[in-house]
């Protein structure tokens, strides 16, 4: 592994949590440097249904608050796809209503 780069060591170090959530969802994010991040969500069918883009965290542990209100999303299950610098990471996420 190059040292100075932007990579979390393995999934474990993203954990979306409430899971099962309602409107807001929190992920943490443990990261070896500063970076920026974005977060795309996709339903069960692949389609994409929203995406947060833009997230500035500093290096180390970091919780980030998603808003998932203002996309209306129906109760089931996500896929959320998160990317940092050139790594993708996806991990599965309830919504209940």
């Known amino acids: 592994m190059t040292p100075n780069v932007t990579e979390l060591e393995s999934q474990d170090d993203l954990v979306f949590y409430t899971n099962p959530c309602r409107n807001r969802a929190q992920l943490s994010v443990n990261i070896k440097e500063a970076s920026e991040l974005y977060v795309q969500l996709y339903s069960a069918s692949g389609q994409q249904v929203s995406i947060i883009d833009n997230i500035t965290i500093v290096q180390g542990l970091q919780v980030i608050e998603l808003n998932l209100a203002p996309f209306n999303l129906p109760a089931g299950l996500?896929?959320?796809?998160?990317?940092?610098?050139?790594?993708?990471?996806?991990?599965?996420?309830?919504i209940n209503k």
């Open 78 to 94: 996500y896929v959320a796809k998160v990317v940092v610098k050139d790594k993708v990471y996806t991990k599965p996420i309830l």
